[in-house]
């Protein structure tokens, strides 16, 4: 594995230098849609009926809240480049609390890996996970574990933006030295965030499942929560998920079927200030943890772990960060690498 | 106002002659983006830390519900085609328990008016309204209404698709005779559905109005509940909303603020069925006695009644029904008839 590791290094500095020329692709897209894979009918019952008036001004309505409710059915856009470089299309998974929108834009307004990927000839899915987002969400009467809400304070630490809490008072306000996060962006940032439930995993994986099922074989990135999200859905479908790249894993697949990824490459990458965090070494170390077992059972890992290849500054939302499209190409350069797009 | 409409017929039977033959343009997207306007920070104190485990596996993190939180902002997301037919941008805004997904698809996975939209030359918003889709919502800390829930029997009367109850045994569920929904796809149409408040109107106006300052001059299309954002918004900045399109309008303007939109062209689309629903006949009849309003203060209004053309059996969702190109063909053809496109 350190050979492997050690030749990659070299070449992502190789990358490093070649796209400091490089001119942005052009946006050419000839086809955009989307749909909802999944779901499933839940029946409610012995409910008083309600009247309700949706708009002010207009006849109320009655409500009969008893009846069947669609649930746990998860959005999906896609767009299609005129050129395409890959014969596979590439789904973008976003992290827990968000939605797709991670993807599509960064706090200062710049394009996000959506953008970079059709940019580079890949037909692009983006998908609001179950819960999240255009994908709606289901009743307390369904789902009996509450929402979690994040206060616009807590993700400046826990996503490694700088220390202690976001202040509104900016003189109280601590970024990490060198920090490569659009700050100056950060509640734009807090305006994609979404609430979230703890207790929703078995569904997305269903509704994750059933996507890769409808559009696949493909190559999946996942962030964050999506990481076990990606590792479990690709364990279930190997022969539909081609190649998985985790962008900071926080979530993981199951080591009992670490064989099943034997034909799946998969790229690891980190970002900055990982030491200094309370969670992110035992996070990133269950993930080498599962590494091993891929690894033993006949797969490939590669991981980056960006300052050791001199990329620092990056926070856990490196597709929003003032490099965002420097990450991205390393991800094209490997996938070229790896056989699954030209150049 | 009759001889204006009489003269609009006569123009709707020509446009409809000519679309039979017409070839749909290329989609030809060169920038795609998005973003959230508005919001507001509100602060809660008081409340217990909670010690939360968000993905399985992943270490417990410590969650303080006191703090600021980032409410009612609105997502939007835009597509530029190549070629511009239109100096203005159209902004494409739902209906109530909807998301932007309405203009995206339709329930047999045929293209939407967002498609429509960009393959005529419009620079084309695409918005889901506070708290709905990738908005977010609020905890019920901050929003003290509960949210509604709509089971999947509700929406097939009260859009018009047929009587009754939507029933999953098919022998049990009536559509109307000529209906041109794609009730084989109904299902799909109800994994669009979103949980929905009924108190939040102020704040959408709010956010829509923020989104008419940044983005506008601007044509602006609304569908059902969104009438009342449509006609207030426009209202509020009648210098920026050049011209109103009411699908089916359920929420109204101002009749105090008719003066204000003297300036600013109305088309207004109603289809079938409606005599023999139970709401539709009065929430047409507010909307006629607002038009008197607007046209004895100056304004312009077009009323288009489709069974009264000769186009039959549009259910009140008919940017997805069968003949969804036609209507928004139609809406084309009036906006190039009132200068705001070229043909």
Redesign the interface.
Known sequence: MFKQLSRFVSYCFFAITSIAHAQTP???????????VG?R?VE?SNKPVKS????????P?L????????VE?M?V?Y?TP?ILKSKLPILLWHG?GL???TY??TPD?R?GW??FF?RNGWKTYVS?AVER??S????PDIWPSE????????PWS?FRIGSG?WS?DPAKRVQFQGSLFPAEGY??F???????W?TT?AATIKAYTELVDKVCPCVVLVHS?G??FGQRVAQARPDKVKALVLVEP???GDPDQAASLKNTPVLEIYGDFIDQD??WP??RK?QMDLNKKYIEAGGSVDVINLPEIGIKGNSHMMMMDRNNMQIAQLINDWLVRKGFAEK
């Open positions: 052009a946006l050419n897209v000839v086809e955009i849609g989307s749909f909802h779901g009918l409610i309700v008036v949706f708009s002010p001004g207009s006849a309505a409500i009969d809240p008893n009846g069947k409710y669609l059915q959005y856009q767009f005129q827990g939605t797709g929108v599509e834009t307004g394009e959506q953008q059709i609001d987002g255009r709606g969400w289901a009743s929402p979690q809400f994040l206060t616009v304070e807590n826990r809490a509104d509640l734009n807090m305006r994609q965030i979404v609430p979230r703890t995993d929560q990481g076990m926080a979530g993981f309370s969670r035992n996070i269950t």
